[in-house]
């Protein structure tokens, strides 16, 4: 095994402030930190598992011999028939999970699966036209007694566990402006974390950090601006000013970089890490330069919101390789040291191991070997090398570039497996003709100034589902799908990983071979991401089908065009004949 679990969060100390936890008897309530219930098994109280985003679970029941014998013990439906890109949480005896728009929330109580409460925002529906890529939801937040949810029109609403009354309701962004949201939240002991949406619509991104008691606004840290804007302090592990400097003229106002994936933590070193998206417009002959801080993960203290280190994965991006991807981190071996890692699969192809005390590239390579735009990471200046016939620019159709703007991975989540010591990844094949041209801004109207086409890469397949070694940057192997696996991945001690396709196959695969085990046909097209947890002793693996999300906008929407959803319909004009629309809750055990 070449890495072992970071052992984030496990201990109270680590996370000063008490979160109110519900146990299974449903009759007493124990303070406990939230990184502490982050390490029992039984229950699921962060998005992606822990603080560290690893998605993986101790639980063993299920194994790689009886995992056969899966059937369904219970399902619901969501209400919602957008794309479901997020994942319940279980906290003691209850359930709690968001659909898509209109973004429902329930409470279902575990033992009888009667709904103990919901709640539906009221909300501005000029935020569905604004919308980039479907009325998708990545799910609610849990902290202190509380249920964070992100509304699509861009409130932050505080919900209380028990009942689901509105204990606070902020409002986060603008959908006037451009401004949604679509991401889960991560609460960092006072701190509910979120971002923002719409790089395609001039949206300058921002971070925003709410008093989890109050609602109360404590920082927002832009991704372009001065850096007072962007809170970059002056001990900060990178140039200064580049916000501005790296910029024509006013352009960074509406620069894009964008904050809509996932976030996590380091309570160790008391860092937050996430990733920003595409500057804008898709026209770079519009933006000379290397448009910082776009396309960037950042490394911030969540008290303050200040930057430590940022790093850039793709200057000037000229393709749409959004950096919201998620950062998972664990502890590496490296030439017999242990290394706190931050372990990153871009959208641009490559998959980077930073040591996430200082930014320090340890590993870019490849995880999709058919990536063209660019021949490999310099490894001292920390570039992309790029193939100058996939360069992008105004008036030029340039062909068969890979990957398509929707990457060889988008926010769909991989999964640590300690075991192996490799990540589970799931993986986008598409390709994609790019034409830019120019656009002027106008607040709340697309910004974009790019005609794509996207299609199968090499092989005709669209995804796949890989197994990568992060301290030798290589694939061990490769399980390819139909379209592209946007769905997340969930590991589990027993040698199980689960994940599901678009096509609607809920798949269990042996990590260690990537050998499918069992399959099973869900109602719809899966682009969620799968849980699992205990209740009555039990093992149970939970997961939201309903197909939708960028790479499924034209079913979703009802596209025809192949140029249409940035380019993304031509690539899944077949999706129709494998499944349909619909959002459900399906819950398995043996």
């Not at 937050?272 to 417009?281: A, R």
């Not at 589990?492 to 260690?512: E, L, P, R």
Request: hydrophobic share 40%; aromatic share 12%.
């Amino acid at each position: 095994m070449k890495g072992k679990l970071a052992l984030i969060a496990v201990a109270a100390a680590l996370s000063a402030v008490t979160v109110g936890v519900w146990h299974a008897a449903g009759v007493a309530q124990q303070r406990v930190s939230l990184g502490e219930a982050s390490s029992d098994a039984g229950q699921w109280v962060m998005p992606s598992k822990d603080f560290a985003n690893t998605r993986y679970s101790s639980l063993n029941e299920i194994t790689t011999d009886n995992v056969k014998n899966l059937h369904v013990a219970w399902s619901m439906s969501t209400g919602a028939t957008r794309g479901h890109e997020g994942q319940p949480l279980v906290i003691g005896d209850t359930m709690y999970y968001e659909s898509a728009y209109p973004n429902h929330v329930y409470a279902i109580d575990l033992s009888d699966y009667h709904i103990k409460w919901a709640y539906t925002p009221k909300q501005d529906p000029f935020s569905v036209s604004v919308a980039c890529c479907d009325l998708v939801n990545r799910g609610v937040a849990y902290g202190d007694g509380k249920i964070i949810e992100d509304s699509l029109d861009g409130h932050v609403i505080a919900l209380a566990a028990a009942d689901g009354r509105v204990v606070w309701n902020s409002k986060n962004a603008d959908p006037e402006m451009g401004q949604t949201m679509t991401a889960a939240p991560l609460v960092v002991r006072n701190h509910v974390i979120v971002g923002v949406s719409g790089g395609e619509f001039g949206v300058r991104g921002y971070l925003t950090s709410y008093d989890l008691a109050t609602g109360r606004r404590q920082w927002r840290a832009y991704s372009e601006g001065p850096d007072s804007d962007t809170l970059i302090p002056a001990g900060f592990n990178g140039p200064k000013n580049a916000g501005i400097t790296t910029w024509r003229g006013d352009q960074w106002k509406v620069g894009g970089g964008t904050t809509w994936g996932w976030y996590s933590y380091d309570p160790e070193l008391n860092l937050l890490y996430y990733g920003t998206g595409n500057p804008g417009t898709w026209n770079p002959s519009q933006r000379p330069g290397d448009n910082k801080w776009s396309m960037t993960i950042f490394a911030r203290n969540p008290d303050s919101g200040m930057a430590k280190w940022a790093y850039q994965m793709t200057p000037h991006d000229a393709w749409d390789y959004d950096g919201v991807n998620e950062m998972i981190l664990v502890d590496l071996d490296f030439n017999g040291q242990k290394v706190p890692s931050l372990v990153h699969f871009d959208r641009n192809g490559f998959g980077y191991t930073l040591d996430r005390r200082s930014g320090k590239l340890l590993v870019a390579e490849k995880f999709d070997p058919d990536v063209n735009w660019a021949t490999h990471v310099d490894m001292t200046t920390g570039r992309p090398v790029v193939d100058p016939t996939k360069e992008t620019r105004a008036g030029v159709d340039v062909r068969n570039i890979c990957p398509a703007a929707m990457g060889s991975k988008d926010q769909q989540p991989a999964a640590w497996d300690p075991q192996t010591g490799y990540f589970i990844v799931p993986t986008n094949h598409n390709c994609m003709d790019y034409k830019a041209f120019a656009v002027k801004y106008k607040s709340g109207f697309p910004f974009v100034g790019a005609i794509v086409k996207m299609y199968a890469g090499p092989g005709g397949n669209r995804g796949a589902v890989i197994a990568w070694d992060p301290v030798h940057g290589k694939v061990i192997w490769t399980d390819k799908e139909r379209f592209p696996a946007w769905g997340g991945v969930l590991t589990t001690a027993s040698g199980v990983a689960f994940y599901g396709t678009m096509d609607g196959w809920f798949k269990a695969i042996d990590a260690k071979t990537g050998a499918e085990l069992w399959r099973f046909k869900m109602p719809s097209g899966i682009i969620a991401n799968p849980m699992t947890y205990t209740h009555g002793g039990k093992q149970y693996v939970a997961l939201l089908a309903g197909v939708g999300g960028w790479a499924g906008i034209g079913l979703a929407a009802g596209l025809t065009e192949p140029t249409a959803g940035l380019g993304a319909v031509n690539a899944a004009q077949d999706l129709s004949h494998y499944t349909t629309l619909g959002g459900d809750l399906l819950v398995f055990t043996l």
